[in-house]
Protein backbone atom coordinates (compact mmCIF):
# COMPACT_ATOMS: atom_id res chain seq x y z
CA UNK A 1 0.00 0.00 0.00
CA UNK A 2 3.06 2.29 1.04
CA UNK A 3 5.86 2.62 -1.52
CA UNK A 4 8.21 3.36 1.59
CA UNK A 5 9.94 0.30 3.68
CA UNK A 6 7.88 -0.16 6.98
CA UNK A 7 10.85 1.61 8.93
CA UNK A 8 10.38 4.70 7.17
CA UNK A 9 6.62 4.47 7.22
CA UNK A 10 7.08 4.64 11.09
CA UNK A 11 8.50 7.59 11.11
CA UNK A 12 7.09 9.74 8.22
CA UNK A 13 3.51 8.54 8.09
CA UNK A 14 0.79 10.13 10.14
CA UNK A 15 2.00 13.35 9.97
CA UNK A 16 0.06 16.47 9.45
CA UNK A 17 -0.98 18.70 6.59
CA UNK A 18 2.17 21.22 6.26
CA UNK A 19 1.65 24.81 6.82
CA UNK A 20 4.19 27.48 7.95
CA UNK A 21 4.43 26.92 11.86
CA UNK A 22 2.30 23.86 12.00
CA UNK A 23 3.37 20.93 14.51
CA UNK A 24 5.31 17.89 12.98
CA UNK A 25 3.50 15.86 14.87
CA UNK A 26 -0.96 15.55 15.27
CA UNK A 27 -1.44 16.82 18.64
CA UNK A 28 -3.58 15.58 21.36
CA UNK A 29 -6.87 16.45 20.18
CA UNK A 30 -9.61 15.32 23.05
CA UNK A 31 -13.15 15.33 21.65
CA UNK A 32 -16.83 13.73 21.54
CA UNK A 33 -18.52 16.17 19.74
CA UNK A 34 -17.50 17.54 16.31
CA UNK A 35 -18.14 19.75 13.45
CA UNK A 36 -20.60 18.68 10.95
CA UNK A 37 -20.60 18.07 7.11
CA UNK A 38 -17.95 15.21 8.08
CA UNK A 39 -18.25 11.41 8.73
CA UNK A 40 -18.61 11.30 12.08
CA UNK A 41 -20.04 13.82 13.66
CA UNK A 42 -19.60 12.16 17.10
CA UNK A 43 -16.26 10.86 18.27
CA UNK A 44 -17.75 7.24 19.08
CA UNK A 45 -18.22 7.14 15.21
CA UNK A 46 -14.44 8.00 14.35
CA UNK A 47 -12.36 10.62 14.78
CA UNK A 48 -10.12 12.33 12.70
CA UNK A 49 -7.60 12.34 15.40
CA UNK A 50 -7.11 8.79 15.28
CA UNK A 51 -6.38 9.09 11.87
CA UNK A 52 -2.82 9.09 11.83
CA UNK A 53 -2.33 6.36 14.18
CA UNK A 54 -4.83 4.38 11.88
CA UNK A 55 -2.67 5.16 8.39
CA UNK A 56 0.39 4.26 9.63
CA UNK A 57 -1.06 0.97 11.22
CA UNK A 58 -2.98 0.24 7.92
CA UNK A 59 0.67 0.81 5.76
CA UNK A 60 2.49 -1.16 8.25
CA UNK A 61 0.09 -4.19 8.17
CA UNK A 62 -1.12 -3.15 4.52
CA UNK A 63 -4.44 -3.31 5.51
CA UNK A 64 -7.19 -0.63 6.91
CA UNK A 65 -6.76 -0.34 10.26
CA UNK A 66 -9.16 0.15 12.98
CA UNK A 67 -8.08 1.63 16.61
CA UNK A 68 -9.86 0.64 19.82
CA UNK A 69 -9.55 0.77 23.63
CA UNK A 70 -7.55 -2.32 23.78
CA UNK A 71 -6.13 -5.33 22.15
CA UNK A 72 -9.45 -6.67 23.35
CA UNK A 73 -11.58 -4.61 22.31
CA UNK A 74 -10.31 -5.05 18.93
CA UNK A 75 -10.81 -9.01 19.90
CA UNK A 76 -14.41 -8.80 20.71
CA UNK A 77 -15.07 -6.30 17.28
CA UNK A 78 -13.08 -8.92 15.11
CA UNK A 79 -16.04 -11.27 17.08
CA UNK A 80 -18.74 -9.53 15.79
CA UNK A 81 -17.57 -10.84 11.76
CA UNK A 82 -18.38 -13.85 12.64
CA UNK A 83 -21.33 -15.80 10.79
CA UNK A 84 -24.63 -16.62 13.02
CA UNK A 85 -24.09 -19.60 15.09
CA UNK A 86 -20.23 -19.65 13.80
CA UNK A 87 -18.12 -22.70 14.04
CA UNK A 88 -14.52 -21.55 15.38
CA UNK A 89 -11.10 -23.31 14.90
CA UNK A 90 -9.03 -21.77 17.65
CA UNK A 91 -5.89 -22.33 19.71
CA UNK A 92 -5.91 -24.27 22.50
CA UNK A 93 -3.26 -22.04 24.15
CA UNK A 94 -4.01 -18.36 23.60
CA UNK A 95 -3.64 -14.96 24.96
CA UNK A 96 -5.87 -16.31 28.00
CA UNK A 97 -8.57 -13.40 27.66
CA UNK A 98 -9.20 -14.03 24.24
CA UNK A 99 -8.98 -18.03 25.20
CA UNK A 100 -11.58 -17.36 28.10
CA UNK A 101 -13.80 -15.04 25.97
CA UNK A 102 -13.82 -17.73 23.62
CA UNK A 103 -14.43 -20.57 25.69
CA UNK A 104 -17.82 -18.32 27.72
CA UNK A 105 -18.56 -18.14 23.97
CA UNK A 106 -18.70 -21.84 23.77
CA UNK A 107 -20.33 -23.06 27.32
CA UNK A 108 -23.00 -20.33 26.60
CA UNK A 109 -23.57 -22.29 23.34
CA UNK A 110 -23.44 -18.63 21.03
CA UNK A 111 -20.28 -20.13 19.19
CA UNK A 112 -19.15 -23.69 18.36
CA UNK A 113 -15.31 -23.87 18.99
CA UNK A 114 -12.76 -26.55 18.47
CA UNK A 115 -9.27 -25.60 19.96
CA UNK A 116 -6.35 -27.06 18.66
CA UNK A 117 -2.62 -26.84 18.87
CA UNK A 118 -1.94 -24.63 15.95
CA UNK A 119 1.32 -25.51 14.98
CA UNK A 120 0.09 -29.00 14.25
CA UNK A 121 -0.68 -27.62 10.85
CA UNK A 122 -2.97 -31.09 9.41
CA UNK A 123 -4.75 -31.10 12.83
CA UNK A 124 -5.60 -27.75 11.99
CA UNK A 125 -7.08 -28.17 8.61
CA UNK A 126 -8.62 -31.48 10.01
CA UNK A 127 -10.39 -29.26 12.46
CA UNK A 128 -11.58 -26.52 9.59
CA UNK A 129 -14.10 -29.14 8.81
CA UNK A 130 -16.95 -27.74 8.60
CA UNK A 131 -16.06 -24.39 10.43
CA UNK A 132 -16.64 -21.21 9.44
CA UNK A 133 -13.79 -18.94 11.23
CA UNK A 134 -9.98 -19.81 12.15
CA UNK A 135 -8.73 -17.95 14.48
CA UNK A 136 -4.69 -17.58 14.89
CA UNK A 137 -2.10 -16.19 17.36
CA UNK A 138 1.42 -16.64 15.81
CA UNK A 139 3.71 -16.55 17.95
CA UNK A 140 0.83 -18.07 20.87
CA UNK A 141 1.24 -16.28 24.22
CA UNK A 142 2.49 -17.25 25.99
CA UNK A 143 4.47 -20.64 24.40
CA UNK A 144 5.82 -18.93 21.34
CA UNK A 145 4.05 -21.70 19.09
CA UNK A 146 4.26 -20.78 15.55
CA UNK A 147 1.48 -21.35 13.25
CA UNK A 148 2.10 -21.91 9.32
CA UNK A 149 0.23 -18.62 8.72
CA UNK A 150 0.55 -18.76 4.58
CA UNK A 151 -0.81 -22.33 4.25
CA UNK A 152 -3.14 -22.18 6.88
CA UNK A 153 -4.94 -19.10 5.38
CA UNK A 154 -4.54 -20.73 1.67
CA UNK A 155 -6.20 -23.30 3.11
CA UNK A 156 -9.38 -21.50 4.55
CA UNK A 157 -9.34 -19.26 2.01
CA UNK A 158 -10.69 -21.80 -0.63
CA UNK A 159 -13.15 -23.11 1.78
CA UNK A 160 -14.69 -19.65 2.59
CA UNK A 161 -13.19 -19.72 6.61
CA UNK A 162 -12.50 -16.32 7.35
CA UNK A 163 -9.07 -15.97 9.20
CA UNK A 164 -8.27 -13.75 12.14
CA UNK A 165 -4.45 -13.67 13.23
CA UNK A 166 -3.01 -12.11 16.75
CA UNK A 167 0.09 -10.49 15.57
CA UNK A 168 0.74 -8.95 18.60
CA UNK A 169 4.20 -10.54 19.77
CA UNK A 170 5.35 -10.25 16.18
CA UNK A 171 4.35 -6.55 15.60
CA UNK A 172 3.76 -5.57 12.15
CA UNK A 173 7.81 -5.33 11.50
CA UNK A 174 7.90 -9.01 12.49
CA UNK A 175 5.21 -10.36 10.70
CA UNK A 176 2.31 -9.28 7.98
CA UNK A 177 -0.04 -11.65 8.20
CA UNK A 178 -2.50 -10.05 5.48
CA UNK A 179 0.18 -10.16 2.62
CA UNK A 180 0.42 -13.86 3.66
CA UNK A 181 -3.48 -14.91 2.96
CA UNK A 182 -5.53 -13.38 6.32
CA UNK A 183 -8.55 -12.05 6.31
CA UNK A 184 -7.98 -9.54 9.65
CA UNK A 185 -5.30 -9.18 11.55
CA UNK A 186 -5.83 -8.16 15.35
CA UNK A 187 -3.28 -6.07 17.62
CA UNK A 188 -2.70 -5.50 21.46
CA UNK A 189 -1.39 -2.00 20.32
CA UNK A 190 -0.61 -1.88 24.25
CA UNK A 191 2.36 -3.78 23.88
CA UNK A 192 5.38 -3.47 21.47
CA UNK A 193 3.46 -1.11 19.23
CA UNK A 194 2.89 1.65 21.91
CA UNK A 195 6.38 -0.04 23.59
CA UNK A 196 6.09 2.14 27.29
CA UNK A 197 3.89 0.22 29.22
CA UNK A 198 1.99 3.79 30.12
CA UNK A 199 -1.50 2.93 27.65
CA UNK A 200 -4.29 0.64 26.86
CA UNK A 201 -5.06 0.61 22.69
CA UNK A 202 -6.00 -2.38 19.86
CA UNK A 203 -6.16 -2.52 16.32
CA UNK A 204 -8.08 -4.52 14.10
CA UNK A 205 -6.93 -4.47 10.78
CA UNK A 206 -9.16 -5.56 7.54
CA UNK A 207 -7.82 -6.86 4.21
CA UNK A 208 -10.91 -4.91 2.44
CA UNK A 209 -12.38 -1.68 3.48
CA UNK A 210 -15.86 -3.88 3.83
CA UNK A 211 -14.23 -6.01 6.65
CA UNK A 212 -12.98 -2.20 7.98
CA UNK A 213 -16.36 -1.00 7.85
CA UNK A 214 -17.62 -3.68 9.79
CA UNK A 215 -15.01 -3.12 12.22
CA UNK A 216 -15.93 0.26 12.58
CA UNK A 217 -19.28 -0.50 13.09
CA UNK A 218 -18.47 -2.73 15.78
CA UNK A 219 -16.64 0.35 17.78
CA UNK A 220 -19.12 2.49 17.05
CA UNK A 221 -21.51 0.17 18.31
CA UNK A 222 -20.24 -1.03 21.21
CA UNK A 223 -18.04 1.91 22.27
CA UNK A 224 -14.75 0.89 22.73
CA UNK A 225 -13.05 3.76 20.96
CA UNK A 226 -9.20 4.48 22.02
CA UNK A 227 -8.55 6.83 23.90
CA UNK A 228 -7.10 11.06 22.78
CA UNK A 229 -3.97 10.53 24.78
CA UNK A 230 -3.17 6.89 24.01
CA UNK A 231 -3.69 7.53 19.97
CA UNK A 232 -1.29 10.28 20.73
CA UNK A 233 1.41 8.26 22.76
CA UNK A 234 0.75 5.32 20.67
CA UNK A 235 1.84 7.12 18.00
CA UNK A 236 4.56 8.61 19.44
CA UNK A 237 5.83 4.70 20.38
CA UNK A 238 5.58 3.35 16.87
CA UNK A 239 8.20 5.93 15.52
CA UNK A 240 10.68 4.05 17.35
CA UNK A 241 8.98 0.42 17.27
CA UNK A 242 12.07 -0.57 14.65
CA UNK A 243 14.82 0.96 17.06
CA UNK A 244 13.30 -1.01 20.13
CA UNK A 245 12.81 -4.14 18.20
CA UNK A 246 16.32 -4.04 16.88
CA UNK A 247 17.64 -4.24 20.15
CA UNK A 248 15.06 -6.15 22.36
CA UNK A 249 15.75 -8.70 19.76
CA UNK A 250 19.22 -9.02 19.76
CA UNK A 251 19.18 -9.14 23.62
CA UNK A 252 17.03 -11.91 23.43
CA UNK A 253 18.91 -13.52 21.43
CA UNK A 254 21.35 -13.69 23.00
CA UNK A 255 19.70 -14.47 26.54
CA UNK A 256 18.61 -17.67 25.18
CA UNK A 257 21.46 -18.66 23.86
CA UNK A 258 23.25 -18.90 27.07
CA UNK A 259 20.58 -19.36 29.42
CA UNK A 260 20.15 -22.67 27.21
CA UNK A 261 23.75 -23.79 28.49
CA UNK A 262 23.37 -22.54 31.71
CA UNK A 263 22.80 -25.87 34.34
CA UNK A 264 19.96 -24.23 36.47
CA UNK A 265 17.82 -23.86 33.40
CA UNK A 266 15.97 -26.26 31.35
CA UNK A 267 13.80 -25.96 28.33
CA UNK A 268 14.34 -22.07 26.94
CA UNK A 269 12.23 -21.62 24.31
CA UNK A 270 12.71 -19.03 21.76
CA UNK A 271 11.68 -18.92 18.00
CA UNK A 272 15.41 -18.00 16.60
CA UNK A 273 17.18 -21.20 18.67
CA UNK A 274 17.82 -24.60 16.65
CA UNK A 275 16.01 -26.80 19.19
CA UNK A 276 12.38 -24.05 18.91
CA UNK A 277 10.48 -27.05 17.01
CA UNK A 278 9.18 -24.12 14.59
CA UNK A 279 12.79 -22.44 14.00
CA UNK A 280 12.30 -22.93 10.02
CA UNK A 281 9.14 -21.96 9.73
CA UNK A 282 10.03 -18.81 12.06
CA UNK A 283 12.98 -17.68 9.97
CA UNK A 284 10.10 -18.80 6.77
CA UNK A 285 7.33 -16.32 7.78
CA UNK A 286 8.78 -13.83 10.30
CA UNK A 287 11.72 -10.97 10.10
CA UNK A 288 12.81 -11.92 13.35
CA UNK A 289 12.61 -14.61 16.35
CA UNK A 290 10.84 -11.32 18.58
CA UNK A 291 12.02 -10.34 21.75
CA UNK A 292 10.01 -12.68 23.81
CA UNK A 293 11.35 -16.08 25.53
CA UNK A 294 10.50 -18.62 28.39
CA UNK A 295 12.02 -20.95 30.17
CA UNK A 296 11.75 -23.29 33.16
CA UNK A 297 14.09 -23.53 36.37
CA UNK A 298 15.04 -26.70 38.35
CA UNK A 299 13.34 -26.82 41.32
CA UNK A 300 9.45 -26.19 39.87
CA UNK A 301 7.14 -23.46 41.13
CA UNK A 302 8.11 -22.40 44.55
CA UNK A 303 12.13 -22.19 42.82
CA UNK A 304 10.72 -20.19 40.14
CA UNK A 305 9.34 -17.40 42.18
CA UNK A 306 12.36 -16.96 44.52
CA UNK A 307 14.54 -16.48 41.37
CA UNK A 308 11.87 -14.26 40.28
CA UNK A 309 11.96 -12.36 43.87
CA UNK A 310 15.88 -12.48 43.58
CA UNK A 311 15.70 -10.53 40.26
CA UNK A 312 16.84 -6.77 40.50
CA UNK A 313 17.05 -5.59 37.09
CA UNK A 314 14.48 -7.51 35.88
CA UNK A 315 10.89 -6.63 37.25
CA UNK A 316 8.33 -8.78 37.85
CA UNK A 317 5.17 -7.98 36.42
CA UNK A 318 2.83 -8.57 33.45
CA UNK A 319 2.46 -7.29 29.99
CA UNK A 320 4.91 -7.71 27.37
CA UNK A 321 6.50 -5.38 24.63
CA UNK A 322 7.91 -2.24 26.78
CA UNK A 323 11.39 -1.23 27.16
CA UNK A 324 11.62 -2.74 30.08
CA UNK A 325 12.38 -7.00 30.87
CA UNK A 326 9.62 -8.05 32.19
CA UNK A 327 9.68 -11.58 33.62
CA UNK A 328 6.23 -13.87 34.94
CA UNK A 329 5.43 -17.31 35.89
CA UNK A 330 2.50 -17.80 33.79
CA UNK A 331 0.29 -20.35 35.84
CA UNK A 332 0.60 -18.11 38.75
CA UNK A 333 -3.10 -17.15 36.84
CA UNK A 334 -5.87 -20.08 37.35
CA UNK A 335 -6.63 -19.42 33.61
CA UNK A 336 -3.17 -20.62 32.68
CA UNK A 337 -3.75 -23.72 33.81
CA UNK A 338 -2.60 -25.03 30.39
CA UNK A 339 0.86 -23.55 31.24
CA UNK A 340 3.76 -25.70 32.85
CA UNK A 341 3.58 -24.38 36.59
CA UNK A 342 7.42 -23.47 36.92
CA UNK A 343 7.47 -21.74 33.04
CA UNK A 344 8.61 -18.30 32.94
CA UNK A 345 7.58 -15.78 30.43
CA UNK A 346 10.43 -13.38 29.74
CA UNK A 347 9.59 -10.05 27.43
CA UNK A 348 13.08 -8.39 26.93
CA UNK A 349 13.54 -4.92 26.74
CA UNK A 350 16.22 -2.86 25.48
CA UNK A 351 18.80 -2.64 28.60
CA UNK A 352 22.17 -3.38 28.33
CA UNK A 353 22.69 -6.78 27.45
CA UNK A 354 24.92 -8.05 29.97
CA UNK A 355 23.01 -6.12 32.81
CA UNK A 356 20.18 -8.26 32.39
CA UNK A 357 22.49 -11.59 31.86
CA UNK A 358 24.48 -10.50 35.12
CA UNK A 359 20.90 -10.32 36.89
CA UNK A 360 19.72 -13.45 35.81
CA UNK A 361 23.33 -15.27 36.75
CA UNK A 362 23.25 -14.09 39.96
CA UNK A 363 19.62 -14.37 40.51
CA UNK A 364 19.91 -18.12 39.49
CA UNK A 365 23.03 -18.67 41.58
CA UNK A 366 21.51 -17.35 44.47
CA UNK A 367 18.51 -19.99 44.57
CA UNK A 368 20.10 -22.98 43.29
CA UNK A 369 18.65 -25.52 44.28
C1 LIG B 1 -2.10 -8.40 25.71
C2 LIG B 1 -2.61 -9.24 24.59
C3 LIG B 1 -3.94 -9.13 24.17
C4 LIG B 1 -4.93 -8.20 24.85
O1 LIG B 1 -4.60 -6.86 24.70
P1 LIG B 1 -5.03 -5.71 25.74
O2 LIG B 1 -4.46 -4.49 25.13
O3 LIG B 1 -4.42 -6.09 27.06
O4 LIG B 1 -6.51 -5.72 25.82
C5 LIG B 1 -4.35 -9.91 23.10
N1 LIG B 1 -3.50 -10.77 22.51
C6 LIG B 1 -2.22 -10.92 22.90
C7 LIG B 1 -1.34 -11.90 22.20
C8 LIG B 1 -1.73 -10.16 23.96
O5 LIG B 1 -0.46 -10.32 24.35
Redesign the pocket.
Given at each position: MSELRPETELIVGGRPEVVPDGPLNAPISPASTLRPGGESGYARSGSPAWEPLETVVGRLEDGHAVAF???????HAAFRLFPPDPTVVAPEV?????RESLQIERDAGRAGVRFVDITETAAVKAACDGANVLWL?SP??PLLGIADVPELCAFARERGILTVV????ATPLGQRPLTLGADVV??????AMGGHSDL???FAVGRTPELAAELHEARHLAGATPGALETFLCLRGLRTLSLRLERSQANAAVLAERLEEHPEVREVRYPGLASHPQAGLAVRIMAGPGFMLTFRVHGGAGRADSFVDALRVLTHAT???GVETLIERRARYPAERRIPPDLLRVSVGCEHVEDLWEDLDRALAATAV
Open positions: ASGMAAAAYMAVETNDNTLMHSGTKLIGSLG
